[in-house]
Each structure stands twice: as C-alpha cells, then as structure tokens.
C-alpha cells in the first residue's frame, strides 16, 4: 500500500513540476466519504454527517484517501474548488498544522480510502490530535466497539511511536485548502483536508 501511495505521489509530483508554479490548484471532491462519525467535542456529543476518507482528484490525480483536519469548518460533497491552496508544509489556512507530524504518522501506519469503522476511527484520531486544549474532539462512545477499537489502537500505537520520538514525514502529504472565488473576486476557503 505504502509502495502505490508513493507512486501516486510521485506521479501528481510530476503533474505539479510540468505545470509549473500555478496559484491555485483544482480539487474535484467526490461524493463519497465515511459517514456518521460520532464525536464529543469538550464532553458534548456532536454527529460528523460526512467526514473522513473522501473520494476526489487534485488537478486529474485520482487520491488513495482525504481525510478532514478542521473539524470546525465545512466542506461540500461533489464539489469542484478551483482555487485550492495545496502545500507539503502541513500548513492550512496559511498557518500551520497543531501536530501535522503526529497526523502524518497516522497517515504512514493507518491511512486507507473507502468508508469502514477503520477509516472513521482514522478520521476522529487526526481530530483529535490537531485538537486544542480549548476544543478536544474525542470519538464518542456511539460509534460503536469497532470503531472505537480501532481508535484506541491508532492513539495507542502513535503514544508509543512518541515515547521513542518517532513521527510522521510531512512532506509525503498534501495539505489542502479547498478554495472557490465568490462573484467578487474574493476567495471562500473551507475545511483544510
């Protein structure tokens, strides 16, 4: 899996090259993604409609999964953004990401697509590491035993890859603003992905 995800990396990185130093690049959002994701945010009980692993292609390269980094703002299903902001900093919103090196390790050992209790767990943990102390999002006991098993698992194995100081690659994602300019010229930007 890590061997396909390198060479789809590898192949949008040419598609970047070949197109230069463009401003904006075009994320065709699917309309598939898992769904209901339980959560609490600070204790009380919230409902993710959609969420988590999207279908979508940025600038025509198919991606092997898109999960939701922001859980405070919204993304629209079978939508086109063209004037999406893409970078490989772990930056979003110009600013960079709380932890964007603990979700990139969660990315490296859990990442996958589809809409399985796997992908929603994945989806609630990146939640709740880019979390403040102000908003902790935590899956919620609703979502069921599996997911939350494998939302202990995914938090459980990334504490311990902390104790022996090992995180993720930022690099090896994009993080994606989606973006679409208004009637006046103005850019609307939404959920960092």
Do not use: H
């Not at 898992?34 to 198919?62: E, F, H, K, M």
């Not at 993304?75 to 090196?101: F, H, I, M, Q």
């Not at 880019?130 to 006991?141: G, N, Q």
């Amino acid at each position: 899996m890590k061997a396909f995800r390198k060479a789809s990396v590898l192949a949008a990185c040419i598609v970047f090259l070949c197109a230069g130093f463009a401003s904006a690049s075009y994320l065709d959002l699917g309309n598939e993604s898992t769904y209901p994701i339980y959560v609490s945010v600070n204790g009380v009980q919230q409902t993710a409609a959609r969420a988590g692993s999207y279908t979508a292609s940025l600038d025509g390269v198919a991606l092997e999964f898109l999960y939701c980094v922001d859980f405070f703002k919204t993304v629209k299903l079978d939508t086109d953004y063209k004037s999406t902001v893409v970078n490989r900093d772990g930056v979003l919103y110009g600013e960079p990401v709380r932890n964007a090196d603990q979700v990139a390790w969660l990315l490296d050992n859990y990442g996958v697509g589809g809409n399985g209790n796997d992908a929603a767990a994945l989806q609630a943990a990146i939640w709740n590491v880019v979390s403040t102390p102000e908003k902790v999002v935590t899956l919620d006991s609703r979502a069921g035993a599996a997911q939350l098993g494998y939302y202990e698992t995914y938090l459980d194995g990334l504490a311990a890859a902390l104790n022996v100081g090992e995180t993720g690659n930022v690099s090896d994602y994009y993080w994606i603003t989606p973006g679409t300019e208004n009637k006046y010229g103005g850019l609307i930007e939404y959920q960092g992905l």
